[in-house]
Structures are given as C-alpha cells and as structure tokens.
C-alpha cells in the first residue's frame, strides 16, 4: 500500500434516536455518529414486521394460480 492516501481509520461512538449505543470503527471524521435507525429498532431486526397486503392481492394470486401444479 502507498503510504498516506489512505483515511485514518479509528472508533466512533454510534447513538440512534431508540437511544442504543454502540462503537465501531469506521473511517467517518468525527468522533459522534447519529442515526435513525439501528438493529435494536429497526422491525425487520425485531421481528414486528407487517407485511400489508394491499387491496387483497395475495388472495387474488392465488385464486388464479393456487390450484395449478
């Protein structure tokens, strides 16, 4: 690797608006990271996902194709 065109590469202290913290690294230039959404909150991560089914369109689909083999 050629010396000095890398970024430093240190710790960064992460807060979510849930209130969890947690530390990684990163190459980001402050020492404090926001964000909206980690993997404390986030529904795909917690299990609270919904799936919507919009105007019945799963039921539609299978009315169709749901007897076909």
């Known amino acids: 690797m050629k010396p000095e065109i ?3 590469y240190h710790a960064v202290e992460v807060t979510c608006s849930c209130g969890n913290t947690f ?3 990163t190459t980001y230039g402050k020492d404090k990271l926001m964000i909206e959404v980690c993997a404390e909150c986030h529904p795909f991560y ?3 996902q919904k799936v919507l ?3 019945g369109q ?3 689909f299978n009315k169709r194709f ?4």
């Open 66 to 69: 749901g007897g076909k083999k």
């Open 46 to 48: 917690t299990g609270k």
């Open 58 to 60: 799963i039921e539609k």
């Open 53 to 55: 089914d919009s105007a």
């Open 23 to 25: 530390t990684t690294g």
């Open 6 to 8: 890398h970024p430093a």
